[in-house]
């Protein structure tokens, strides 16, 4: 029991105790939101240099976010691990508690040094994770990608601090906050905070490890990368553009609203056309990553012509739409989970009908598919709703220009939220409805209670945060307040309704709406039965008469893509086979990939490749000539110093 | 809310569930009376939905218990969006729970279980329409959303009282805005309600059809509830587009009169609607599928025009 490689302990005590952990720190965060902000000097880090610990309604925020989501994908793991698979256990658990301790630490960091180090364990801990399984090439290759590209931001992002110190050598967030930036310097961080948080987030451009790192990591770690790690990356831009910069640019918004409208669309149009489960799901992390980038644009855009209440209004919908996306996200990748450990199988063209052997799994998958397909009652619809509500008000922003770009952004954000509909369809279809690809799906069992009670959870939290949104908008208002100056939180109307600005231009209320479409439902079905009967027998589907009926006439993943790759071809770089008229064995097979990869990285990729040859020439591998270096840089320095 | 609110309420949605059928049926006569053909008559979807009702339900063997609860569930919403749009008063209790942007929601959700269920049985037919359905809706849902930003832009609000009210109240002059956003919905609500250029409601031509493909598979009650929800949107589009363009003789808040006197009103309306309806069937020809993206897009674009042209030229 007690040995590192023993399944049982890291799945019956150390998983649970990680669930535990994360309630506690949620109900913990949960006190911290109200109040004022506390900071500490920890005992730990160097010499001269402690590290710095602050917690406010920010990152209370984020940290209610981690606890309640890993007690769900805790929970999970507890059933999902198995031996055999990857990594031993041990090292797996040990791995994970770094990622999610590492987490806590990012959001809790009050000066560069401290975030810095938690942001590296961060990333090599789900490096670990993500080449858990590094038997198969195409799993090395993606952690390799995710590391390269991880480091690029932590750059990025180390140098952004560096301009926010200002040269004054202090790196506590504090002093960061004191000093007063000139505009070229503020907008140098600005910039370079967007590239390295955007890398970590997913934004297109820097997007690419994102498909290939989800899918390789074993579920509840995807999971937990797509739910939480990608909001550190949101916290970290909030962190640092509310909060540590002073000055707001307005056409910063400007920026952030165009990355984050090019990601949603590129990821939703990406979704639809994959095949494989997690894939998909992946690329619907990019556009959710998309849409939260946009409120974040749009409230740099109010803060900028200082029109508080919108301001606080988009941040509201930033925020809730990270909170939604936690929950909703982790709810599928741990039903696409579930579906891989019962059946092996991650391709959605060998998998269908599992809604028979699986109805659990089925049953809280479908909440988190009309949750992030931004459809009422649930939470997916209200930040949706919450985003759209204020770029209907852009029309009175002070700049003429702007206020006519801004409608056409509403108009891509619709297409985006419509088409995570068509993708989210797809996946349910696919996975869980119609007859079962290959005969041995009809062996598979349902998740276990372990897994059961994880992806309840989560799914209950869609549910609430879908229903009670008056009463989440007042969690937020603390940090609005404190980013902005203003809150919604008063003006939401009575807990019933939520009326963000005032009841006359908008009012929602969730719960209402609950009630009254249930009931409708309910009488309906009420009246069919007392008026007429309820009977029913069995028969072999009708088809048209069509008697030859079997489960590969169904539509492929391939297949139900297909309208979105016809009409959105041109983002597409398409390698199509199709077979001679004649062939005796006919093979179909399509390749679709992204055109940045050959536009962008490869171009890159060959460039580096070139330097490094020429750098080549002065590595000779004798150390007589390494000597003669030190010695001449040696000699150059003191000719400086002197 | 007040008592003419909760009786305006009630009415309406009682008025839609019965009545949305007899739309159907007139747009028939009408569509047969213009193609020189005799009618079944206006009251032969009641017919149609009283003997499906009566009829056994014929479930696949691998139907699952998402396909039985669909039918009620795409009912039940289709009812609720029919109770949110204004069209005899504006005083509504249920306005204050749901506003424009939550009626298109709404909808879709209706879509998405139409889809969904259609992919149930896992037949190639089933698998075909809830594919061509949900291309119709990723272009048509935004679309419809545009529109709707349109009169929000205008009426500052959200709210479906308040657009109705603030439109009706405006000069009767044509607001270019307003006619760019008007046809788009028109096409917006031929795609979405399964009609001639996209779909054809009366054929069951295995490669043009979308609605029809996807429900192949329901029989008995089920089948009824379906179509009586398919006719129930088309009465809720059409709702939508009179509230939107012809708002005129819909009751303000407590007026008693106001309501009895909507209620012809609103039934000359919907028989110039369904006969306009019919007439636009009559002389545009079914596209082939591959063609519904561009009429899709250009109505998505004449939406987004639209709203442009409010903040250029109204704004």
């Not at chain 1, 952990?21 to 005992?43: C, D, E, M, T, W």
């Not at chain 1, 079997?550 to 199509?576: C, Y």
């Not at chain 1, 020429?614 to 270096?629: N, P, W």
Request: aromatic letters at 10%; one cysteine or more.
């Amino acid at each position: 029991m007690l040995a590192p490689r023993s399944l049982r302990l890291a799945s019956r005590v150390l998983f649970p105790a990680g669930a535990v952990a994360g309630l506690a720190l949620a109900a913990v965060a949960l006190q911290a939101i109200f109040g004022s902000p506390a900071s500490r000097v920890l005992p730990l880090g160097l010499p001269d240099l402690p590290f710095h610990a602050r917690i406010d309604a920010l990152s209370a925020f984020f940290l209610l976010l981690l606890g309640a989501v890993a007690a769900g994908i805790s929970t999970f793991a507890s059933g999902y691990l198995r031996a055999g698979e990857g990594q031993p256990p041990g090292l797996q658990c040990l791995c994970y508690h770094a990622f999610l301790a590492s987490m806590a630490a990012v959001l809790v960091a009050d000066d560069a040094y401290f975030f810095m180090v938690a942001w590296e364990t961060m990333a090599l801990s789900s490096f670990f994770l993500v080449t858990s399984d590094h038997r198969h090439a195409e799993i090395r290759r993606a952690g390799y990608l995710y590391l390269l590209i991880a480091h690029l931001g932590a750059i990025s992002i180390l140098l952004c601090f560096g301009a926010l110190q200002a040269g004054t050598g202090d790196y506590t967030f504090d002093a960061m906050r004191r000093i007063e930036q000139p505009a070229g310097w503020a907008t140098v961080a600005f910039l370079l905070a967007l590239a390295g948080f955007g890398a970590k987030a997913g934004i297109v451009p820097l997007h690419v490890w994102l498909p290939e790192a989800h899918p390789a990591a074993p579920s509840p770690v995807s999971a937990l990368m797509s739910a939480v790690m990608l909001k550190t990356a949101v916290y970290g831009m909030l962190r640092v553009t509310l909060d540590l910069i002073g000055l707001p640019l307005w056409w910063w918004g400007v920026i952030a609203l165009a990355a984050g409208l090019v990601s949603a669309l590129f990821g939703i149009v990406f979704a639809a056309v994959q095949t494989d489960m997690k894939r998909l799901l992946a690329y619907s992390s990019i556009e959710n990553i998309g849409l939260i980038m946009s409120g974040f644009g749009l409230t740099l855009l109010f803060r900028g012509f200082s029109m508080g209440t919108l301001a606080a209004l988009a941040l509201t919908a930033t925020l809730y739409h990270c909170l939604n996306h936690a929950f909703f996200k982790s709810l599928l990748f741990l039903s696409a989970g579930s579906v891989l450990h019962a059946t092996r199988e991650r391709s959605l063209d060998r998998l269908g009908g599992l809604i028979q052997r699986m109805p659990w799994v089925a049953w809280c998958a479908l909440v988190g598919t009309v949750a992030i397909a931004g459809l009422p009652p649930l939470n997916g619809f209200v930040s949706e709703w919450l985003l759209l509500q204020a770029f209907l008000f852009t029309p009175g922003l002070p700049h003429a220009y702007m206020n006519m770009l801004v409608p056409v952004a509403a108009a891509a954000i619709a297409l985006a939220a419509a088409l995570s509909g068509y993708v989210m369809v797809k996946f349910y279809g696919v996975v869980f409805l119609g007859q079962p690809r290959e005969a041995r799906l009809s062996e598979t069992h349902d998740a276990g209670p372990w897994e059961r009670t994880g992806l309840l959870w989560l799914a209950a939290g869609c549910v609430a945060l879908g229903l009670a949104p008056v009463t989440v908008i007042s969690l937020l208002d603390p940090i609005t307040r404190s980013a902005t100056g203003y809150g919604i939180g008063s003006h939401a109307g009575s807990w019933l309704f939520l009326a963000p600005i005032e009841p006359q231009r908008a009012s929602y209320s969730p719960l209402l709406f609950f009630i009254v479409a249930t009931l409708l439902v309910v009488v309906t079905w009420l009246s069919v039965r007392i008026f007429y009967h309820g009977r029913v027998r069995r028969a072999g589907p009708w088809d048209c008469g069509f008697p030859y009926l079997d489960s590969r006439m169904q539509d492929t993943a391939e297949g139900f893509g297909q309208p979105v790759r016809h009409v959105f071809e041109p983002f597409f770089r398409i390698t199509l086979e199709t077979p001679l008229p004649l062939d005796s064995r006919p093979r179909y097979r399509e390749l679709v990939e992204d055109r940045l990869w050959y536009w962008l990285y490869l171009p890159v990729a060959r460039a580096v490749e070139r330097v490094t040859a020429l750098v080549t020439v002065l590595q000779r591998g004798r150390i007589s000539v390494y000597l003669m270096y030190s010695f001449a840089t040696l000699l150059l320095l003191l000719l400086f110093v002197r | 809310m007040s008592a003419a609110g909760i009786a305006a309420q009630f009415t309406e949605l009682a008025l839609a569930v019965l009545l949305a059928p007899l739309l159907t049926g007139w747009v028939n006569q009408c569509r047969a009376w213009l193609q020189n053909k005799s009618a079944p008559g206006i009251l032969q979807p009641y017919r149609v939905l009283a003997k499906l009702f009566q009829k056994e339900v014929i479930l696949a063997h691998n139907a699952s218990s998402l396909f039985r609860s669909a039918p009620y569930l795409i009912f039940g919403s289709l009812a609720l969006s029919a109770a949110i749009v204004p069209t005899l008063g504006t005083d509504l209790p249920l306005n204050e729970a749901a506003d424009a942007i939550a009626l298109v929601g709404l909808l879709a959700l209706a879509r998405l279980f139409i889809a969904l269920a259609g992919m149930d049985v896992g037949t190639a037919f089933g698998t075909l329409g809830a594919r061509r359905e949900m291309m119709v809706g990723f272009l048509a849902e935004p679309a419809l959303l545009m529109v709707f930003f349109t009169a929000s832009l205008i009426s500052h609000s959200t709210s479906l009282s308040t657009i109705v009210e603030t439109i009706a109240h405006r000069e009767l002059v044509i607001y270019p805005s307003m006619a760019f956003a008007g046809v788009a919905f028109v096409m917006v609500s031929l795609a979405e309600n399964a009609r001639i250029p996209i779909d054809n409601p009366a054929t069951h031509l295995e490669l043009t059809m979308i609605h029809e493909a996807m429900v192949l598979e329901y029989s008995g009650r089920h089948l009824a509830l379906i179509e009586w929800a398919a006719s129930l949107k088309l009465f809720v589009y059409m709702c939508i587009g009179l509230a939107l363009f012809f708002p005129f003789g819909i009751a303000g808040g407590g007026d008693w009169l106001g309501l009895v006197l909507a209620l012809p009103a609103l039934a000359a309306k919907l028989a110039v609607g369904g006969a306009a309806l019919a007439l636009i069937e009559m002389l545009s020809a079914k596209m082939r599928i591959f063609r519904a993206p561009e009429f899709l897009g250009t109505a998505f674009l004449l939406a987004v025009l639209a709203m442009l042209v409010h903040v250029m030229l109204e704004g």
